[in-house]
């Protein structure tokens, strides 16, 4: 029961951005009182009714991947965290407001993720830059969120909302920014809640419920074609488990 | 008239040092944050530039360039700049950032950064007393007594680093020392690892779904009043939590666990990229280094323990001596004075180039390794600070590897300091550190594969 209820979120970011502060915050709806720095990759769980309020509302199991570190680690590091990066469903980017780098490092973060997804002989299919389209005909959502804010002074904000637009026109993602020490910015029935499930939903229904043919059997493709050329690698395990 | 020329070359390129260290901040400490205190990267700028320019004096010296008269007035402002820099400037700009970022303190941020720079230079002043640095004749207040102390510091330094990193040198550089992985090791890791991490969503999922049922639960609880309603509601939540805490005991344990295996997989990835790397023809070269450093930091680690059981200072700089090697004992005549101003200035050229790259590399990574957004100012400042220290002590000890005619502008500059004794305590922190550091790595190399027995 628990393997068919299956979605996978991966939550990415740069170092000190407040991923595991957001995660905790969205799983066990408390803020992390004691944060400190993620070693290699904390799940937590949270349970996302589908469809909410509706006659075909399901409940499923969200996992949400936290996977530490920083877009310039050693390349040993990042053929490590790349073993987190299997059969992702959709992807949460997060930045930190107050640090505009943070922002500019998720096009990396993002590539570094769909690119290990995408292709699971490890090949990098692009050369780094970012590409538009590669987003358009990506097949995981993605959610943008903005954390810490809280210290952005007032005078800055419209700036600073501005930019996060743009970011989020680039992704085609939805954008949430708020605070991960205070619960009071995804309280129910806020439009952050709303967007929040919104996402949620659409994860789900990729994964679940998609009736378009082309990128399942792509990845059904792909997937015999490691069984076939690399009967170690374990990372399809069985291909019921893309259905 | 001379003298304004040469202040105007030294100006322009203390000019040139300061962007320089602009840039590397900008482009390799700062990659990933923003830059909001714009003080901290004219400090770490300054205090870059200023310690090269007195590299340059020293160049200059041995070339002859400039006037000598100007040339002693420029070491003096840079002595007493760098000075200046280093005691007042960037301890007060430390104590400042540390105390923004306690809360408590906000307010009063001025009063606290002096009272941090007043403890301090309590303790920087105590510094001197154990360390026979200074002869009596010197007041209290000579600038003497701010070089000895900033020297033995920075010499203390010196040592740790260059014992260390004559140690760890020859260890990476030779592939002797590689264990043997595989990647079918690797992948039984990643196994490993990925069966953790589904055992703690599992688990997770568990916790997640009682809690729910508890809170459900208690929503219906609540409409049960009365007595048997309160009685029920006891037993059911202390089953209910006591099962939680349990879960989240298992859980701690798991994530420990995961944590662990991951560092593991880190590990045997490098070492994998360190064997593939070391087939390569730079792999080779470097690999054929390491046996030529290995061999240099024996030697090296012997030389400082005569020095100190001998009780033994050298007299003759590397220079000289070579040349009268050279000149008795293999009997070829050439110009002394030409030949050894040449090789002097080489020889000076390439330790102050390469302790000034090494620096800065170690630099960097050491703040990679530790900053975050929060501390990134203080760590930068500390770092400057190990800067200037560093290169203030180097030209101190400069001084031995340097012929005679050469070296009276630093004694006359730095005045009456004891050099014995600074060459003699970085002797001994070499040695320290060189033999610590040789058993912390053969500590951690036998450490690693009885790991890999274990799993």
């Given at each position: 029961m628990a393997s068919l209820d299956r979605v996978k979120v991966l939550v990415l970011g740069d170092s000190g951005v407040g991923k595991s502060s957001l995660v905790h915050l969205l799983c066990q709806n408390q803020v992390l009182g004691n944060p400190s720095w993620t070693v290699g990759c904390s799940v937590d769980v949270r349970i996302h009714d589908y469809k909410e309020g509706t006659p075909e509302e399901k409940t499923f199991y969200i996992e949400l991947w936290d996977v530490g570190g920083s877009v310039g680690s050693a390349s040993s590091l990042k053929s490590t965290r790349a073993v987190f990066y299997n059969s992702v469903n959709g992807i949460i980017l997060v930045h930190d407001l107050t640090n505009k780098k943070s922002s500019q490092n998720l096009y990396r973060w993002s590539l570094e993720a769909l690119n290990r997804d995408s292709s699971p002989t490890g090949v990098i299919v692009s050369n780094g830059d970012y590409d538009r389209e590669q987003f358009a005909e990506n097949p995981v959502p993605l959610l943008l969120i903005g954390t810490k804010f809280d210290q952005i002074p007032e005078s800055k904000r419209s700036e600073v909302l501005t930019r996060t637009a743009f970011l989020s026109e680039d992704f085609i993602a939805e954008e949430i920014n708020l605070d991960c020490t205070n619960p009071r910015y995804l309280a129910a029935g806020t439009s952050n809640a709303v967007k929040l499930s919104r996402f949620f939903d659409k994860v789900i229904e990729k994964r679940y419920f998609t009736r378009d043919p082309s990128p399942v059997r792509l990845s059904f493709i792909y997937c015999f074609e490691d069984e076939i050329n690399f009967p170690k690698l374990n990372k399809c395990r069985k291909p019921s488990s893309l259905f | 008239m001379s003298f304004l020329v040469d202040s105007v070359i030294m100006f322009t390129s203390q000019v040139l040092f300061f962007g320089f260290?602009?840039?590397?901040?900008?482009?390799?400490?700062?990659?990933?944050y923003e830059v909001r205190q714009y003080v901290v990267q004219v400090v770490f700028s300054v205090t870059f530039a200023f310690s090269c320019t007195m590299f340059e004096l020293i160049i200059f010296e041995i070339l002859g360039?400039?006037?000598?008269?100007?040339?002693?007035?420029?070491?003096?402002?840079?002595?007493?700049?760098?000075?200046?820099?280093?005691?007042?400037?960037?301890?007060?700009?430390?104590?400042?950032?540390?105390?923004?970022?306690?809360?408590?303190?906000?307010?009063?941020?001025?009063?606290?950064?002096?009272?941090?720079?007043?403890?301090?230079?309590?303790?920087?002043?105590?510094?001197?007393?154990?360390?026979?640095?200074?002869?009596?004749?010197?007041?209290?207040?000579?600038?003497?007594?701010?070089?000895?102390?900033?020297?033995?510091?920075?010499?203390?330094?010196?040592?740790?680093?260059?014992?260390?990193?004559?140690?760890?040198?020859?260890?990476?550089?030779?592939?002797?020392?590689?264990?043997?992985?595989?990647?079918?090791?690797?992948?039984?890791?990643?196994?490993?690892?990925?069966?953790?991490?589904?055992?703690?969503?599992?688990?997770?999922?568990?916790?997640?779904?009682?809690?729910?049922?508890?809170?459900?639960?208690?929503?219906?609880?609540?409409?049960?009043?009365?007595?048997?309603?309160?009685?029920?509601?006891?037993?059911?939540?202390?089953?209910?939590?006591?099962?939680?805490?349990?879960?989240?005991?298992?859980?701690?344990?798991?994530?420990?666990?995961?944590?662990?295996?991951?560092?593991?997989?880190?590990?045997?990835?490098?070492?994998?990229?360190?064997?593939?790397?070391?087939?390569?023809?730079?792999?080779?070269?470097?690999?054929?280094?390491?046996?030529?450093?290995?061999?240099?930091?024996?030697?090296?680690?012997?030389?400082?323990?005569?020095?100190?059981?001998?009780?033994?200072?050298?007299?003759?700089?590397?220079?000289?001596?070579?040349?009268?090697?050279?000149?008795?004992?293999?009997?070829?005549?050439?110009?002394?004075?030409?030949?050894?101003?040449?090789?002097?200035?080489?020889?000076?050229?390439?330790?102050?180039?390469?302790?000034?790259?090494?620096?800065?590399?170690?630099?960097?990574?050491?703040?990679?390794?530790?900053?975050?957004?929060?501390?990134?100012?203080?760590?930068v400042l500390v770092l400057a600070q190990i800067m200037g220290m560093y290169f203030v002590s180097s030209v101190l000890l400069m001084r031995m590897s340097m012929p005679l005619e050469y070296r009276s502008i630093v004694t006359e500059v730095l005045g009456e300091l004891q050099f014995n004794f600074y060459h003699r305590w970085f002797d001994v922190i070499f040695l320290v550190s060189a033999l610590s550091s040789i058993l912390f790595l053969y500590l951690a190399h036998k450490q690693a594969p009885e790991k890999h027995m274990a799993l």
């Open positions: - | 260290g602009w840039l590397f901040f900008m482009r390799q400490l700062f990659k990933d360039a400039l006037s000598s008269s100007s040339r002693y007035f420029h070491w003096k402002l840079n002595l007493y700049v760098i000075l200046l820099v280093l005691i007042f400037v960037v301890p007060f700009y430390i104590g400042y950032f540390v105390v923004s970022n306690i809360r408590l303190l906000q307010r009063q941020r001025l009063l606290f950064a002096c009272m941090v720079w007043f403890t301090f230079m309590y303790f920087f002043w105590k510094l001197g007393d154990p360390f026979p640095i200074l002869s009596p004749k010197h007041g209290i207040l000579s600038i003497e007594q701010l070089i000895s102390r900033v020297g033995v510091i920075g010499v203390t330094l010196m040592a740790l680093l260059s014992g260390f990193g004559a140690v760890n040198c020859p260890y990476t550089y030779m592939s002797y020392f590689l264990r043997n992985v595989t990647d079918g090791d690797i992948l039984a890791l990643e196994r490993r690892l990925l069966q953790t991490m589904d055992m703690i969503v599992s688990k997770k999922k568990r916790i997640a779904m009682t809690r729910r049922q508890m809170y459900q639960r208690g929503e219906d609880q609540n409409k049960q009043t009365g007595f048997w309603g309160m009685i029920k509601s006891v037993t059911s939540t202390q089953s209910g939590s006591e099962n939680l805490s349990l879960i989240q005991q298992e859980v701690d344990a798991l994530e420990e666990l995961s944590r662990q295996l991951f560092l593991e997989t880190v590990d045997l990835q490098s070492t994998k990229e360190r064997i593939e790397y070391s087939k390569t023809f730079q792999g080779k070269y470097f690999n054929f280094l390491g046996y030529f450093f290995s061999i240099y930091c024996v030697w090296k680690i012997f030389m400082a323990t005569i020095n100190i059981v001998f009780d033994r200072v050298g007299k003759t700089d590397p220079v000289t001596r070579g040349i009268e090697i050279t000149v008795n004992y293999l009997g070829i005549q050439f110009d002394v004075k030409f030949w050894s101003q040449h090789i002097s200035f080489i020889l000076v050229g390439i330790i102050i180039v390469t302790s000034i790259r090494g620096l800065l590399i170690t630099l960097t990574k050491f703040f990679y390794a530790i900053s975050s957004s929060k501390s990134s100012n203080v760590i």
